[in-house]
């Protein structure tokens, strides 16, 4: 009995040790799916924007274009 009393501890904390290392990797395997995932959307994303017709320019104004910003800008 005595041996047994002596062994719990050594075995609760490897147990504790064993969750805690898979609680770990398999939140960096969830996050490198999750952020692959993203990638291949943005990927996507951005083909879907190469083979738009359209503006040349998808986040509004064509290069040429001022803004009021930059007009009142050049006022000062």
């Given amino acids: 009995m005595d041996y047994i009393i002596a062994i719990i501890?050594?075995?609760c904390a490897g147990i504790l040790l064993y969750l805690i290392l898979r609680w770990i990797t398999r939140a960096d395997r969830t996050?490198?799916?999750v952020q692959r995932e993203m990638q291949d959307d943005a990927a996507q994303w951005y083909e879907n924007v190469k083979r738009s017709?359209?503006?040349k320019n998808?986040?509004?104004k064509e290069s040429g274009e001022?803004?009021?910003k930059d007009s009142n800008m050049n006022k000062f």
């Fill in 66 to 68: 001022k803004s009021s």
């Fill in 31 to 33: 996050e490198r799916t």
């Fill in 58 to 60: 998808p986040f509004g």
């Fill in 53 to 55: 017709e359209g503006t």
């Fill in 9 to 11: 501890p050594s075995v």
